[in-house]
């Protein structure tokens, strides 16, 4: 049974617990699911005769965001698989030269993923985003606040895991590596503002605020 299959309190209960899986990027992962979802929910809402000009995009956007949801919960179950294989990375034996050399390329090698898997959830965040934004102007005005919710989880949850990208980047020995993720990184944290900001602006607006 996968995480998303499990009942919501059961996944809070191993969160709230000692063991450190699921840990903040699972929770990110969730949460920009979440902010999937409701993008989702305000397209499908969208539709039917009085929005008839723009039926068709808003099908077409559901759609995508189904397959956006479901690229969460696949890097939710990563998130927690690369830590476990950084942790057994710690673990391998260091008593001889071959040893040690061995444990630092598996360390090494566990760092680059549990480095990758947040900087692919960042990348999503901002998919969730830019979909939000092309409906911004035209979503049905009566679940116009769900989408400026989703904008909200969606830059939360890419803020999360630019913080996951964050701890594990002083650790990355590969220079050429850590100079492309932290780039990204950059990248990511200025524009989901930006397109966040833009969202909640326009929802605000058209909400009369």
């Known amino acids: 049974m996968t995480t998303f299959d499990q009942p919501i309190r059961t996944f809070l209960t191993a969160a709230a617990s000692?063991?450190?899986?699921p840990g903040g990027g699972s929770v990110a992962a969730l949460v920009a699911a979440l902010g999937a979802s409701m993008t989702s929910m305000?397209?499908?809402?969208?539709?039917?005769?009085?929005f008839a000009d723009v039926e068709a995009q808003m099908q077409a956007l559901a759609a995508e965001l189904q397959r956006t949801m479901q690229t969460a919960e696949t890097l939710l179950e990563?998130?927690?698989v690369s830590f476990d294989h950084y942790m057994s990375a710690l673990k391998l034996p260091k008593d001889t030269d071959e040893q040690k050399a061995a444990r630092t390329?598996?360390?090494?090698e566990a760092t680059v993923k549990a480095t990758a898997v947040p900087r692919d959830l960042a990348q999503l965040c901002?998919?969730?985003l830019r979909q939000s934004l092309v409906i911004a102007e035209k979503a049905n005005k009566n679940v116009i606040s769900d989408l400026g919710i989703a904008a909200l989880l969606a830059e939360a949850a890419g803020q999360s895991a630019i913080l996951t990208m964050d701890i594990n980047l002083p650790y990355l020995k590969d220079e050429a590596a850590r100079e492309t993720f932290t780039r990204d990184r950059n990248a990511f944290l200025e524009e989901n503002a930006r397109l966040k900001d833009e969202i909640v602006a326009i929802t605000r607006r058209r909400l009369g605020y």
């Not at 390329?105 to 090494?108: G, K, R, T, V, Y």
């Open 78 to 80: 990563q998130d927690m």
């Open 105 to 108: 390329l598996a360390i090494q």
């Open 126 to 128: 901002n998919t969730v």
């Open 18 to 21: 000692d063991s450190p899986t």
């Open 42 to 50: 305000v397209a499908n809402l969208t539709q039917g005769t009085k």
